[in-house]
C-alpha cells in the first residue's frame, strides 16, 4: 500500500486529555466502588496509552489484561466478525470487567467483543472508549463512558494509527491529505 502525503493537525490537546482521562476515571471509579477486584481489559493495540494512564487514576483493586481481535478489514458487511489474535490471560467468570477501546467507530468490534466477553459469565461488563465517532455507526452499541465524541475524520496519536504510525504523538490529530 502506499501512502499519500500528509500532515496530522491537532484536535485534542494532552493536557485536555489528561483532565478528561482523571474525570473518566473518578466515574468509572464510583461506579464500581466496592468491586473485590476489577479486570481492566484493553483492546490491542491502539488502547495501550488510554489504559496505561486510566488505570493509574483508577482508585480500586484492578487487574489488567489485553485481548487482541483482528479487524475485519475488506469482509463484506454482514461478515464483519472479529477473530481473536491474543486472548485474554486470566478468567472473567464473575468478575467485573471494564474493556478499554480506542475509537468506537461503526461498532462492529466492541459489538462483537462486548458479545465474546459476556459468554464467559463476568458479574458486570462496561466499556469505556477514548473516542466516539457517532456518525460512522452501523450497528447500535454505546461504550458506557466516552472521553470525547468526534466528527467523522480520521485520527491519530494517543495510540491509535494510520498504517501504524502516529501512535507516539501525546496529543488526538486528525489526518489531512496533500
Ligand atoms: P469499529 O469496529 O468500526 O467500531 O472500529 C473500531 C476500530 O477501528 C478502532 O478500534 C480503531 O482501531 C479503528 N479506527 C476507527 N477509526 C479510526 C481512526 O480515525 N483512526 C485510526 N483507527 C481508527
Ligand atoms: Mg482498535
Request: aromatic share 8%; net charge negative.
Amino acid at each position: 500500500m502506499t501512502e499519500r502525503p500528509y500532515v496530522i493537525d491537532q484536535m485534542i490537546s494532552a493536557k485536555a486529555i489528561a483532565a478528561r482521562v482523571e474525570s473518566l476515571a473518578r466515574e468509572i471509579s464510583t461506579h464500581f466502588a466496592g468491586t473485590e477486584k476489577l479486570v481492566v481489559v484493553g483492546l490491542l493495540r491502539g488502547s495501550f496509552v488510554f489504559i496505561a494512564d486510566l488505570v493509574r487514576e483508577i482508585d480500586l483493586p484492578i487487574e489488567v489484561d489485553f485481548l487482541e481481535v483482528s479487524s475485519y478489514g475488506n469482509a463484506t458487511e454482514s461478515s464483519r466478525e472479529v477473530r481473536v489474535l491474543k486472548d485474554l490471560r486470566g478468567e472473567i467468570a464473575g468478575r467485573d470487567v471494564l474493556l478499554v477501546e480506542d475509537i468506537v467507530d461503526t461498532g462492529y468490534t466492541l459489538t462483537h467483543v462486548l458479545k465474546l466477553l459476556g459468554t464467559r459469565a463476568p458479574a458486570r461488563i462496561e466499556a469505556c472508549a477514548l473516542l466516539n465517532k457517532p456518525s460512522r455507526r452501523e450497528v447500535p452499541v454505546e461504550a458506557s463512558w466516552v472521553g470525547f465524541t468526534i466528527p467523522d475524520e480520521f485520527v491519530v496519536g494517543y495510540g491509535i494509527d494510520y498504517a501504524q504510525r502516529n501512535r507516539n504523538l501525546p496529543y488526538i490529530g486528525k489526518v489531512r491529505f496533500l
